[in-house]
């Protein structure tokens, strides 16, 4: 579906130039930044992730603004997907150099939690890293 869908836009080159001047690198930057921080509200708002949730977390409101700001992983997946099929040129370097320009920094945050987790918990903090899984000695 979503393959037809790219087809039909690519074969309209009028409405394609119409879109590509409404939707500007600069507007999917804000958007992006947008569902960035719907992400962030909804994590906040799961109430599972708290030793003592607030009376708040159960409410109407908060539910619904939590399943609301589901919508910031199709929103950014949408809008990236939208930059790099407008994109200059796309190949194989452009793709692995955004992939590793993202992953590096995930994989330094991972490294340095796991680090200060093993060294201030000792072998209990080791366990917590592993899940107590097939990594671990017990």
Excluded at 17 to 37: E, H, M, S, Y
Excluded at 65 to 92: R, S
Excluded at 105 to 111: K, R
Excluded at 128 to 133: A, E, H, N, Q
Aim: aromatic fraction near 16%; charge should be positive.
């Amino acid at each position: 579906m979503a393959v037809f869908v790219i087809l039909l836009i690519r074969s309209m080159d009028n409405v394609q130039t119409k879109i590509t001047t409404l939707v500007t690198k600069d507007k999917t930057l804000i958007i992006k930044g947008f569902a960035i921080l719907f992400m962030v509200a909804h994590h906040i708002l799961i109430k599972e992730f708290y030793i003592k949730p607030s009376g708040f977390l159960s409410s109407f409101v908060a539910i619904r603004m939590q399943i609301a700001m589901k919508m910031c992983v199709g929103l950014f997946t949408f809008f990236v997907g939208y930059g790099a099929f407008y994109a200059a040129k796309i190949d194989f370097k452009y793709i692995w150099q955004h992939a590793w320009r993202l992953l590096k920094q995930y994989w330094i945050v991972l490294l340095l939690t796991v680090l200060i987790v093993l060294v201030s918990s000792g072998e209990s903090g080791w366990k917590s890293v592993t899940g107590g899984g097939y990594l671990s000695d017990s």
